[in-house]
């Protein structure tokens, strides 16, 4: 009897021992799971936070890849290559000038490629209306009716209309309306004119060249135009002069296609750091010297 009983004390303490075996055995195991738990927590936390940083990451001038352009990768500027100093073409052929410059500047910060295509003023306009072009630069003016079909950026640079006339010519401002008067067709100074003195003493031109050539051959009176393509027509054709006598003052914008706000805003944002930093101040002093 007592070897059953030692027996069975024997078994007793192996199974207990077995128990306690069981028990060590789990706990690490439900430690390593909560330590799993919460390591993929943090890893969750930080690929959150990873998700949120990258989210919310902007830069100040809207990168190219979210903005609409006629051509991905470029943006395309219209323009009419006879309004000196603000477009014009050089012995090569190529078109420079302030808003050439201007607008190649603005194209570095979006990250784009800059085309010019050179047109008539009027189409020039038009073609940013119809999407042949994302913006236009020609010494643009903002007045009513182009607000009703294009968008505007800020102002970049000032104009004011002159008077060119010949030496000795008794044009003056008070009798315009008793004169033929020269303008480029579609711009603020043949709008100008049209309305204070009639279509009948205003000829209309493709360009400025054209207009300040019929003055010099006696066809027209006075040529009324931006004062400074004015002081270049004239630095070019003795025996031309520029009234003292302002006729407007106005400011120029780059235009764009109706409703096209994120280029808009983009263009805004990169022509403020321009002027901020001196850019478009440098730009305008390489082709206007100070007087």
Same mark, same amino acid.
């Given at each position: 009897m007592k070897k059953i009983l030692a027996l069975l004390l024997a078994m007793t303490m192996v199974f207990g021992m077995a128990a306690c075996g069981s028990n060590d055995t789990k706990e690490p195991a439900a430690e390593n799971n909560? !330590?799993?738990?919460?390591?993929?927590? !943090?890893?969750?936390?930080?690929?959150?936070?990873?998700?949120?940083?990258?989210g919310d990451e902007t830069t100040g001038t809207e990168s190219a890849g979210t903005l609409t352009t006629v051509t991905d990768g470029v943006l395309t500027m219209s323009t009419n290559a006879a309004f000196p100093p603000y477009e014009m073409t050089d012995d090569s052929g190529n078109i420079i000038g302030i808003d050439a410059d201007i607008a190649a500047a603005i194209a570095d910060k979006l990250g784009l490629e800059l085309e010019i295509l050179d047109m008539d003023f009027d189409a020039a306009l038009l073609a940013v209306q119809q999407g042949k072009s994302d913006m236009v630069m020609a010494g643009v003016t903002v007045n009513e009716d182009r607000l009703a079909v294009m968008d505007f950026s800020e102002t970049y640079a000032n104009g004011v209309q002159v008077i060119i006339t010949q030496e000795g010519s008794d044009v003056t401002i008070d009798n315009l309306g008793e004169k033929m008067i020269g303008t480029q067709r579609g711009t603020t100074g043949n709008i100008y004119c049209t309305d204070d003195y009639g279509e009948d003493h205003v000829i209309a031109y493709d360009n400025g060249i054209t207009a300040v050539q019929a003055l010099v051959n006696g066809?027209?009176?006075? #040529?009324?135009?931006?004062?400074?393509?004015?002081? !270049?027509? #004239?630095? #070019?054709?003795?025996? &031309?002069?520029? &009234?003292?006598?302002?006729?407007?003052?106005?400011?120029?914008?780059?235009?764009f296609a109706k409703g096209n706000t994120a280029l808009v805003d983009a263009v805004n944002a990169a022509l403020t750091e321009l002027i901020e930093d001196g850019t478009v101040q440098s730009i305008v002093d390489t082709y206007i010297t100070a007087e």
């Open positions: 909560a !330590s799993n738990a919460e390591n993929a927590g !943090s890893t969750d936390a930080a690929g959150d936070a990873a998700e949120g940083t990258t066809q027209i009176d006075c #040529v009324v135009i931006d004062k400074a393509p004015a002081e !270049s027509f #004239v630095a #070019v054709n003795p025996g &031309l002069t520029i &009234l003292d006598t302002e006729y407007v003052t106005e400011d120029y914008a780059i235009g």
